[in-house]
Structures are given as structure tokens and as C-alpha cells.
């Protein structure tokens, strides 16, 4: 078995909520705004993070948005599949009147420091709370009115930033994840193995028993012992013959999964911050997402936000929207080709319409 073919992808009762707006899209006059590029200092680790804010004209303040990225290390614009995702969005809800931030990942693009791989979800959110402290010190930012919006793992930073600063007024999560890293981790391995079609369903149960039990050894202990034994476990599982495993047989295929981002991923659970968090929250879903799928986080996530007392929270599953809300010419969900993919107008319109009922003045 070739592990390099398994896809470690984090990229992070249901009621499915059509979203039907299209009437009043064409006739809504976008307004202007201007981008500046700006440079976040971290004095304290000597990092720069350096970024996009794209500024409405006209009188303000301006309410304030920081937009938080989702795992795997991306420039401000969260390139998917070709598409600048991140500065779609910036830009719709800059034309909306709303100031936003987006910054490159530390170590990507013009931002320095390790990359992410290197660091853990905690380090990017004292990042994420150095760009927003910048945010709320400009002068033209309406700091009673400032946001986050993150996208996957920024869903769980954007909880993690929202619950350390009360100054943060609302919280926007696209394709939240709200269930253990590791179990996430391994259901998504699991996934992919049943749409490849190759192994019985008692087969993926068996390996994703033993995955399970690897990473959450990762999580806690990440011992040489404990990974090969555990890791030895998950290729007998696959069916690799014994003869065959070794300790660098067992590094090759999982060893990339003891990185500092992964060792925290699955030692983590967003429970641990979604119990906090009393601010408005939207939360959007696609019902079709593979990655952090609703059937998986919807129920977890409400009872946790129940459990906060949150008292104004909105979670809606977009039909046909997949984990990065695009969509593209005579594309179904998750099949992304570079060059054909746009942003999803329900996605953008369902957070510009939460964001007006919130009576947030723009």
C-alpha cells in the first residue's frame, strides 16, 4: 500500500435551510473601497504578519472583520483550486461597507516564521489576536462592531480568539468543525476510503479502529514506542504483510502526522472553546462537504453553544454547497478544476444578510 496516496485532510438531526435571495442581488449597488497593504508586528516572537485591509470609502467608522484561514498554510487569499476565495469574500463584504483583514499565515506569502506545520492551532490564534488588536486600533474601524470570520480550522481559532477577548462582537464560521481532532482526522481517512470502493466496510472499521488509536497516542504521549506500535497496528490493518513493517516502513507511511500541528490537531477538541462562546455566531454548512460534514458537527455544535448560554446563534446547511462553497460550471460538489470555480452566492449572501439582522451599522 502506497500511504502517500491517503489524504490527511484538515482543510476542518440536521436541518437543511434554503437560502432564496436572488431576487434582490442584481439590483443592490456595490459600494467602493480601497486595498492597503499592511504589516502586523509580533515583537514578542519577532514575527511580521503581513496583509490585506480593504477599506470602504466614505464616512465611517467601519465595522471590522478579520478573516481567519483554514489549515494547511495559505496567503491572505486562500487560494482553492485556483480561486482566491478570501478575497472574494474580503471584497463582497468590503463593497458592503465593512472593513476587513486578511493576512497571510505566518511563514506563507510576506508573513514570516515557521509554517504552520511547525506551529499548532494556538500559535495561530495569538496571530489571529495581534491582527485583530491592530484592527481595533486603527482610527476609521468602529471597534463595538468587530468580528471574526474563519473557514474550517479558522472556525476553531476564530472560537479560541472570541472566548480570550470579549472586545469581539460576532463570529462567522464557514465548514466548522465541532467534534476531537482525532476523530474528525479519522473519519475524513475513512471517507476516502469508502468512495475509492476498495476495501469491505468491516476492513475500513478495522482500520480506522487501529488509526484512531495511533493518532490519539500522537495526541498525547507521541513516543517513538507508542508510534510504531500503534502505527504497526494500522498497516497490519491495511493488510501490509508483517515482514514488510518496519520502523521505517511505519515512518514513511505516517511519520509527517507527529508534526507540531498534527501532535496539537488531535489532542484538541473546539468543545473546549465552543462552551465559552456566548457572542452571535453564524455558522454555515454545505450539505455536501466531505471534510467537516454537518451529519458529523451540527448537533454537537448547537449543544455546545447551548451549553454557553449563547442566545443568538444561527447555523444553516446550504444544499449542493460543498466544503469550500464553490461551485462551477457542470460541477458537482467537491469536484474542484482550476480555472472553472466560483464563489457561491448563497454563502456570500446568507453572512451579508446575518450580518444586517444584527443591526451592525455599515
Known sequence: MNYRNIKFLIILAIVIIP???????????KGEFVNEEVTIERSDIEISLAGTLSLPKGKGPHPGILMLTGSGGH????????LPMFEIIGNFLAENGYAVLRVDDRG?????????????TMDRAQDA???????????????????????????????????????????????????????LWVWQ?????????????????????ELFKMVSHIGSENSDEGFFKYGGAACLAWGDPPEDITNEFITDAFGDLRQ?????????NPKESLVKLNQPVLA??????????????VNYL????????????????????????????????????SGKMKMSENALFAMKYWLEQQHIKK
Not at 19 to 29: G, L, V
Not at 166 to 182: H, K, N, R, T, Y
Open 19 to 29: 437560502i432564496s435571495c436572488k431576487d434582490n442581488r442584481s439590483s443592490m449597488k
Open 260 to 268: 507540531p500541528w498534527y501532535e496539537h490537531f488531535f489532542s484538541s
Open 129 to 183: 489576536q495581534a491582527a485583530l488588536n491592530y484592527l481595533m486600533k486603527l482610527p476609521n474601524i468602529d471597534t463595538s462592531h468587530v468580528g471574526l470570520l474563519g473557514h474550517s480550522e479558522g472556525t476553531h481559532t476564530a472560537a479560541m480568539v472570541a472566548t480570550a477577548l470579549a472586545d469581539v462582537d460576532f463570529v462567522i464560521m464557514l465548514s466548522p468543525w465541532a467534534i476531537s481532532g482525532s476523530e
Open 284 to 297: 454555515l454548512f454545505g450539505s455536501e462537504d466531505k471534510q467537516t460534514p454537518p451529519s458529523l458537527n
Open 108 to 120: 506563507e506569502g510576506l508573513s514570516t516564521g515557521s509554517k504552520v506545520r511547525e506551529s499548532t
Open 189 to 209: 481517512q475513512g471517507t476516502i476510503l469508502r468512495d475509492e470502493g476498495t476495501f469491505t466496510e468491516e476492513k475500513i472499521k478495522s482500520i480506522e479502529t
Open 75 to 82: 496567503t491572505r487569499d486562500q487560494i482553492i483550486s485556483g
Open 302 to 337: 448547537s449543544t455546545y453553544l447551548i451549553k454557553a448560554s449563547n442566545a443568538d446563534f444561527t447555523i444553516k446547511v446550504l444544499p449542493n454547497e460543498d466544503h469550500f462553497f464553490m461551485t462551477g460550471d457542470g460541477l458537482k460538489p467537491n469536484e474542484h478544476v
